[in-house]
């Protein structure tokens, strides 16, 4: 069978603007409408399979966007329809405002160093909106209020892949107290969002952007982080970090940039990010008094927020539970303070000698966000960064206040989630969980790793990769990536892709281990598909298609391999499944195994039963 | 400072007898004398730390044997010395006698063709022994007797690196019932030898291996997997592979050959091999039928142990467990049986419509394996193979076969283990380690992964390594690795790297959850390395220091950034462990930070205490 497979490659555009497209092998790009909402089409992913396979495509989850839709037009100097736009306009409870003019410091220049710069993205046919005065436009507020809103439907027929009935079989599972329903309804939605379990960050700056949900009774989440190196080579080359980043999985996609054109580079990126765009201010606020901690001042802070509200941002990291008398617990740790925004945070607070105005000026923090619907992700800048500074005094105080602050959001109808370790051996992992749960009243928990141990440097994606499974079947919302180059360097394209891969794994061992009600389904369809020598459908299902396929052909590159009932691993005389089928076929021609199967559980289940 | 460094390379020799000698980065060859035994040198590693850190070497687990060691002669054409030849012909219950002659089907081959044949291991000097008519020449019959071997106070030494006392802080964990000794003792290892609890694979004619041992209340043990190729090169190229997985970290080796050459081969490895080897004897006693599962017999598969048990291989899997009623529940599988082993025998058991010869021959095996104390490792040939067969009847059936094979094999004072899936989801992996222990009385558990996830081929290496960190926290006493080939095809050089590494990972954070009294010091002198970017050191004591210091040099090549405050992650400005620093320096230089936090405590750990 010829491959006929469209090949992912850059969307055509001139130089400089193009970003890989074209579907993954085998896929097609499926929308679904919702009920409540008839306008509400939900973007999904078909596997289609072997015809041999007498087998319905596999639905999966999809968070690429139109990236991989060949029936879109991309084009990245105009950025992606704003899908949202009219449900935000149609809600009556914003208005559109000049904004804040962009200053020179934006970027990192001084206003007569124009240095090499990214062109701006022209962002003249989308205003800039903000919640009119006294309104709540956040789908917290509405969630309170009973409304379920456009994107609340899309989440349910995202998380249910359409389904609007249980699954066949109900699955197993332990879930440590969550709540996975057999259907996600809308009303489900709006519900968990109301209690304060779910977020669903959506800037009313980013109408681009596909709903999306994070909580722990629904799928668990990963995000991915990129940011910007100190020259930017090309607007694409931003752009295109998302995009791969996306293309592989990733939910949500923070922006860590800290150079250079860093509002340029936001724009570009959030005018094509079909995902949420979360950011940590506080590292743009430091470049805009030149790196000096202690010279940062609420005011500073206060105008990178609005600056970065009106773009899109959808959650703001802020490390406002890092308090200053909270500082000295640090002392005695092996590894300090390893959260960059902590260490700012830490530095200002004794330079000072005060209170850290992140935690002083919170309130003012939550008015802000309420504004644009920015949800906050409370930053743990105490997360520890070795095994032995594992759940100590200063992580867990700071998880103390942590609490305190989600219910100040709360009280300002703002969503919230909390961020979390770090580096946890095993037996550690669970504590976290449950005091993030019972000090944060359930706001949904973002953690970093894990990390079982500290010394893989070169593998941390895997250390990593075991606690994220683990955090995240004990209850974990969202899992933030760690790449290969953890604690080394700065990631390149394929270590991406590695930590983007791993954490799709980390994610859904989570999510088949709290008994999710459908997560079984991709590994059933694989199953078969290996039993019956499916070769091609095996790399269609996998995670990573191209380096299945890849690996495979390394031994075995000919046409005629992808039907053989063997693979070069054990070569065919020795191939288990082969001869488990032969079995079964023998078995079938004479009396039948699942005859001999029934005859065995009548007989009392006795292990030998002479015949 | 310039990087003198041994570099790893092929040890001296003529073409197509090298392999991989040297020491790896910064370390040293360290042996340490026992005490009831004087003669007994156990082999460790030291690593060197910069002069600059003030800290003494660290000394860890070492399974590389002499290959690592500047001062040993290599040269496979010799083979390794026989460590442990006296300490066994001391013991008065052994006796060299000819041997089985070499049959031209122990290679694969009709006696009218010679093919390309390997040269055979000339094993002039080294007698084939077994035990003297009535003797049990096994460390679980010696232990029984009470007495404690030189194997015995090997490993006593080689588990506590030397220590004597108890590590300076107690190590938390949670155990699930293992026992960790403050310190192994000979006796120690002696008593859970005699209870069935650990294992020391050391058949009489393997004495080139370094005693090591296998059970949950000892550091977590991994094993790789090796086997030829269907035509081989060279004998450098076969014994590559074993001196290849033990440089990274393998502690026993499995020869999962079923080419030709098999019995040469194997002959190469065992003589060459400081591990344990371990073999599954029905490949090769298949390859002697012509692959025709249906023409084993006893007498065929008898032969193929003792040519097995004469070379010296240390345990053998046989999969004895999986009887006749069993196959039957497989029959609604999604992936019927998937282990070689298992499959086979479930043809013949259907083929002839009778009880398995494993199985009611299982005592003539175990006799067998006592005359050269080889450890038996229980098969378990209906593991699942996908999600969806974890732990069903199938399984479950067959382990408790597996239990009641266990102790006809201690009644015959061998030494046994018991292997574990395979495809399991992280809900009901738990489940496999408590039945296991349950059923076949604390007997060691060695488990391939598990798999969390059907979903991921091509990172299954990541797949069951997440499996592998939680069951061996649960208490498996060694991890099986499984490479990123898994299911695609034959792993080469660097997948093997690949996979041992992701295993050491498993078993050191399962040692760490575990609570194993000094697992964490590795952790910790590679988190102060970090802290105080000693970079140079972060690479020595990272699992794989060469990866660490490629990746960490992609983005930083100069020898001076090997002692900068910073990487290019985060850039100088934004490293938290700088600022972390700074903040230190400047808390050292007023009032304190270790004072602040002590007064602090002395307020009632009252958050925020105003000064």
Redesign the interface.
């Known amino acids: 069978m010829p491959d006929t497979r469209p090949q992912p490659g850059p969307a055509a555009g001139p130089d400089g603007f193009s970003v890989s497209t074209g579907p993954l092998p085998s896929s097609r790009k499926v929308h679904l409408p919702g009920t409540l909402h008839p306008d509400v089409r939900v973007a999904m992913r078909e596997i289609d399979l072997e015809p041999s396979s007498g087998e319905p495509p596999v639905r999966v989850y999809d968070s690429s966007g139109p990236y991989t839709d060949p029936a879109a037009a991309i084009d990245i100097r105009r950025g992606l329809p704003p899908l949202r736009a009219a449900w935000i306009a149609a809600r009556g409870d914003v208005e559109a405002y000049p904004g804040r003019a962009v200053k020179p410091e934006d970027n990192g220049r001084r206003s007569t160093d124009r240095g090499a710069d990214l062109p701006p993205f022209d962002r003249a046919d989308r205003p800039v909106l903000r919640g009119k005065a006294g309104a709540a436009p956040t789908q917290l507020a509405y969630a309170r209020a009973g409304i379920v809103t456009p994107e609340m439907e899309y989440v349910a027929v995202r998380e249910t892949l359409g389904r609007r009935q249980a699954a066949a079989r109900a699955a197993?599972?332990?879930s440590f107290g969550a709540a996975l329903p057999p259907v996600v309804t809308p009303e489900f939605v709006r519900d968990e969002i109301a209690r304060g379990r779910a977020i669903l960050p959506a800037n009313i700056n980013h109408p681009e952007s596909e709903p999306m949900i994070i909580g722990r009774n629904f799928l668990v989440k990963i995000n991915a982080n990129i940011g910007n190196s100190?020259v930017a080579s090309s607007v694409a080359e931003e752009v295109e970090k998302m995009v791969w980043s996306i293309r592989w999985g990733a939910d949500t996609v923070m922006d860590l940039s800290?150079g250079r054109n860093i509002h340029d580079t936001r724009e570009w990126i959030i005018r094509n990010a079909p995902v949420p765009i979360g950011t940590v201010p506080l590292?743009q606020a430091?470049e805009k008094v030149n790196?000096v901690?202690e010279d940062l001042t609420w005011e500073v802070f206060r105008d990178t927020l609005i600056e970065q509200a009106e773009q899109g941002v959808d959650y703001f990291t802020i490390h406002a539970g890092l308090?200053?008398?909270?500082?000295?617990?640090?002392?005695?740790r092996?590894?300090?303070?390893?959260?960059?925004g902590?260490?700012?945070m830490?530095?200002w607070c004794?330079?000072h000698?005060r209170?850290s105005f992140l935690y002083e000026r919170f309130a003012d923090i939550c008015a802000l966000c309420r504004t644009y619907d920015i949800a906050l992700s409370l930053g743990d800048g105490l997360r520890p960064?070795?095994?032995?500074d594992a759940n100590d005094a200063a992580q867990f105080?700071e998880l103390?206040?942590l609490g305190e602050l989600t219910k100040v959001a709360w009280d300002h109808d703002v969503q919230v989630m909390i961020e979390g370790p770090g580096?946890v051996?095993?037996?550690?992992i669970k504590e976290n969980m449950d005091k993030q749960l019972a000090l944060c009243g359930e706001a949904p928990f973002y953690t970093l790793g894990p990390l079982?141990?500290?010394?893989?440097?070169?593998?941390d994606?895997?250390?990593s990769?075991?606690g994220a499974?683990?955090i995240g079947?004990f209850g974990t919302a969202m899992l933030c990536y760690v790449t290969?180059?953890?604690?080394?360097?700065?990631p390149?394209r394929d270590d991406v892709k590695v930590g983007v891969?791993?954490y799709?794994?980390?994610a859904?061992?989570?999510d088949?281990?709290?008994?999710h009600p459908a997560a079984?389904e991709?590994?059933?369809a694989?199953?078969?598909a290996?039993?019956e020598f499916r070769w091609r459908d095996?790399?269609r299902?996998?995670?990573?298609p191209e380096?299945?396929e890849?690996?495979?052909d390394?031994?075995?590159p000919a046409e005629g391999a992808k039907s053989a009932h063997f693979?070069?691993?054990?070569?065919p005389?020795?191939?288990?499944?082969k001869?488990?089928?032969?079995?079964?076929d023998?078995?079938a021609a004479s009396d039948?195994?699942?005859?001999?199967?029934e005859?065995?559980r009548a007989g009392g289940?006795?292990?030998?039963?002479r015949?």
């Open positions: 197993d599972g332990e100190a800290t590292y430091l790196g901690a308090r200053l008398a909270h500082i000295p617990l640090t002392a005695r092996v590894t300090g303070i390893v959260s960059r902590g260490s700012i830490a530095k004794l330079a000698h209170e960064g070795s095994i032995a105080a103390e206040t580096h051996p095993m037996h550690k079982v141990t500290d010394i893989a440097p070169g593998y994606h895997i250390t990769g075991i499974a683990m079947w290969p180059k953890e604690h080394l360097g700065l390149d891969v791993t799709k794994i980390a859904h061992a989570a088949l281990a709290k008994g079984q991709r590994d059933d694989l199953s078969r290996r039993f095996q790399f299902l996998a995670l990573d380096t299945a890849r690996f495979h390394q031994t075995l693979c070069s691993m054990c070569g005389k020795f191939c288990s499944m001869i488990s089928q032969d079995i079964r023998a078995a039948g195994m699942a005859d001999m199967a005859r065995f289940g006795e292990i030998y039963v015949e």
